[in-house]
Every structure is written in C-alpha cells, then in structure tokens.
C-alpha cells in the first residue's frame, strides 16, 4: 500500500472521528438546563392550583324586605354570630412548587436539532468513509482492482497469432484488458516494472485521451479510438491523436503452474514512444 492510500485512509479515520465527536457534543449540548426550566415550571404549576382552588359565590341582594327596615336601630348593631364570622374569615392559598422530572419534560425542540443533525453528520461521514475504502481496497472475490486469471501463459501466445503472423489481442473482460505479444526485444523499463511476462503485455482498454474504450483494428494491426482518433500500435505505443501517452499497462506475473496473473490493482502509465517497436499500421485503417 502506498502513501497516497496511506494519506487517504488517515484522512478517512479523522472525518469518522470527527462524526463521533460532533455526536457527542451535541448529545451533551442537548441535555436540558435545570436553572433555565424552573420559571417555566413554577408558572405551570401556580396555574395548576389556581384552576384547583374552591371559589367563593356573593349573592347580594337586590330587595329590601319591608319588616327589616321597621327593626329599631339597636338591632342593626348586634353582634354577628361567631359562626358567620368564621365563615366570612380570609381565605388564605398555600402553593406548592413541585419540580418537573426530565421524563415529564421531554424532548426539547433543541435536543431534537442537535441530534438530528448529529445523525445526518455520522450518516454523512460513514458513507464517505464507506466510498473511500471501497475505492482503495481491491475486490476480494475478484474482478477489476484485484489479480485476475487471464489463462495458460504457453497457450495465449499461439491462440492470438496466426499462420500469417497476424495477432488477434485475447480480451479479459474481468481485467477490462486486452494480452498482447510482447516483442522478443523490449525496452528494460517495461521488464523492470513488471509489464512483461512469459512473453506477454496486458493493456487497459480505456484510451488515455478521454476514457473511450479502444477497439482492435484488425486490418490495420492496432488499436484505433472512435472517438477522437487517437491509434496505437499492437503494444499500445502512440502512433497519432490527441492521447498524450501511450495505452496505460497492468502489471503482470506468471505463476509456478503457468497461469498469467494481471494485477489489475497496478496501472502504469509510459509516456509517448520515441520509436515504435512494433511496425504500424499494417493495413488500412478502421476509422
């Protein structure tokens, strides 16, 4: 694993981080203030015991009887009875404030944001983390980004090339590459970098100019982009077009039981060929 992957994978753990540390600050930030609910509570509750409270009827009068205005004047100023006295006494209320638990409380409007947003950022941060391993891990089943089979070394060579010495490249549709005669003359450059094995080169079928896919021109002995004109010779040298390089290469070995391993996790790219080592175009062209 290279440094690159190294960096992204340390980038990856601190955003995942990040993710869990802004959940628990805002778990913590959520947690209602006792100093800041009491007003509310004490008013809730005053309310509480004054819909509670009994209630008083006045009735006043509205005649007078006749027989009561006749009564001499010293019977107006008798003292009332003791029990008439009690009855009309004050009336004093007793309030009793009794705090609200955090379970009659609830959910606060703000608890609700912040561990909303808490869970969209930790959803958010997993999914990139997610993509980011994804892209750098290679498939473990196998398929394009891992090591893929392409087959017998000793029988690819004979089954691309024919009577006449024309080739037909064998594509691996897992490898998304094309295997191809490696001349008997290359350059140290591709041995060293593994691009060459048993005799044999795999190429990336996607063209380095804007990604199309490049066919295989029979007739012509080369591999000649639709899109933009782009050709290359059988080995994937530029011969002409906009492509600024050569056709990008996997990394290849040949196993102790002969089987022709493309690592498809490994792509090198080579700049343009001085001098081409295979003769092309061969033929007229397909485009």
């Not at 009561?68 to 004050?90: G, K, N």
């Not at 703000?110 to 561990?115: P, T």
Request: negative net charge; hydrophobic residues 45%; proline residues 8%.
């Amino acid at each position: 694993m290279g440094g690159v992957e190294l960096i992204i994978i340390g980038v990856a753990a601190v955003a995942i981080a990040a993710a869990v540390g802004a959940f628990t600050i805002a778990f913590r930030r959520a947690e209602p203030d006792a100093s800041s609910l009491w007003p509310k509570r004490v008013e809730r509750r005053a309310r509480q015991t004054d819909r509670s409270a009994p209630t008083m009827e006045i009735v006043v009068p509205t005649e007078v009887d006749e027989e009561d205005q006749a009564e001499p004047q010293e019977a107006m100023v008798e003292p009332e009875p003791s029990h008439v006295t009690e009855a009309l006494a004050p009336i004093t209320e007793s309030q009793v404030i009794v705090e609200a638990s955090p379970e009659e409380v609830g959910v606060t409007r703000r608890q609700f944001f912040n561990r909303s947003l808490a869970a969209m950022s930790v959803a958010w941060f997993g999914i990139m983390g997610i993509e980011i391993l994804a892209f750098l891990w290679p498939k473990i089943s196998g398929g394009f980004g891992s090591d893929v089979d392409a087959g017998n070394a000793a029988e690819l060579i004979p089954e691309m090339t024919d009577a006449a010495g024309l080739i037909t490249p064998a594509f691996i549709p897992d490898a998304r590459a094309y295997v191809v005669p490696a001349p008997a003359e290359v350059s140290e450059d591709l041995t060293e970098k593994d691009l060459v094995a048993g005799g044999l080169m795999a190429l990336y079928q996607r063209c380095v100019h804007l990604g199309c896919r490049v066919p295989w021109c029979g007739d012509s002995q080369g591999f000649e982009c639709p899109c933009h004109g782009s050709k290359y010779n059988s080995i994937g040298e530029y011969f002409a077009g906009p492509a600024p390089r050569n056709l990008d290469r996997f990394a290849v070995h040949v196993t102790d039981a002969g089987r022709l391993i493309i690592r498809t996790g490994t792509i090198v790219e080579t700049p343009r060929a001085i001098a081409q080592s295979v003769s092309y175009p061969q033929g007229p062209s397909c485009i």
